[in-house]
């Protein structure tokens, strides 16, 4: 009897395992199939108009760069969408390290943006797991967009830092700054929409997501006019 329940037991979770695998496939097609509907078939649109424009007239001096980074912009949004669908890691994580990676996105920030990124990392580079590079990775791509959608800040700081039994990632500007409160409510102080209540508020719950989701905590501070601190801890794991 105890061999027949330790046996079904068994494949309960074989069962369970499956259907899991199975859920996962199902939901990584629908994916799929919305992205190459809606997103990967805009953003081809975009990219056909930009070179049709280009082909029709020729780019004005002062129009040149923003126009070729409108055009690389979309170009690797479409890969990174690719890229998600398929379950790959992102770009960057594929020859680099994650300090390396984030060098390079704070790079192709500033080049978008203007404000240059300092980059830091600080302690003996330790073992993560992919997960946990991905997410510490797209923390910070968010937390630098938002810089670029909310913030006018004139200095960027990114830290990556390796400590005892956690690592940990900040990003912190000198912008405008915003009330954390707000961002629940969705009202700003004089009654109208908070700035960051849409799209940054949205954002900032898929990083918390994220890192809460490898037994991490993400703190967020802010306040008008005092700039914004995002600061990601996620655990190391033991050797082993």
Same mark, same amino acid.
């Given at each position: *009897? ?12 074989? %069962?369970?395992? #499956? ?11 629908? @994916? ?16 056909? #108009? &930009?070179? /049709? ?5 020729? !780019? ?12 690389? %912009? ?10 998600? !669908? ?18 390079? !996105?704070?790079? #192709? ?6 404000? /240059?990124?300092?980059? =830091?990392?600080?302690? =003996?580079?330790?073992? @993560? ?7 510490? &990775? ?21 830290? &990556?830092?390796? %400590?005892?039994?956690?690592?940990? %990632? ?14 629940? =409510? ?20 898929? @990083?918390?997501?994220? !890192?809460?989701? *490898?037994?991490?905590? *993400? ?22």
């Amino acid at each position: *009897l105890e061999a027949s329940l330790a046996e079904n037991a068994g494949l309960h979770a074989q %069962l369970l395992a #499956q259907a899991r695998e199975a859920g996962v496939l199902d939901e990584r097609q629908r @994916m799929a199939r919305e992205i190459h509907d809606t997103v990967a078939q805009g953003l081809t649109g975009i990219i056909a #108009q &930009l070179q /049709a424009a280009e082909q029709m007239h020729e !780019v004005p001096a002062p129009w040149a760069r923003p126009f070729a980074a409108v055009k690389t %912009l979309a170009r690797d949004s479409l890969a990174e969408a690719r890229r998600s !669908v398929e379950a790959l890691r992102p770009e960057p994580l594929e020859t680099a390290r994650l300090s390396e990676a984030l060098a390079d !996105v704070a790079e #192709q920030w500033s080049k978008l943006h203007g404000p /240059a990124v300092q980059v =830091t990392t600080t302690g =003996t580079v330790r073992p @993560m797991t992919p997960e946990a590079e991905f997410a510490l &990775l797209r923390t910070a791509q968010e937390a630098l967009a938002n810089v670029a959608k909310h913030a006018r800040a004139t200095r960027v700081g990114l830290t &990556l830092s390796y %400590l005892e039994n956690e690592v940990a %990632l900040d990003v912190r500007d000198d912008g405008e700054g915003f009330d954390p409160a707000r961002l629940e =409510t969705g009202t700003a102080a004089d009654g109208g929409p908070a700035p960051r209540s849409r799209d940054g508020g949205f954002g900032l719950t898929i @990083m918390r997501q994220r !890192v809460e989701g *490898l037994a991490g905590t *993400l703190q967020i501070e802010s306040e008008p006019g005092a700039g914004t601190g995002i600061s990601a801890r996620i655990p190391l794991l033991p050797a082993g």
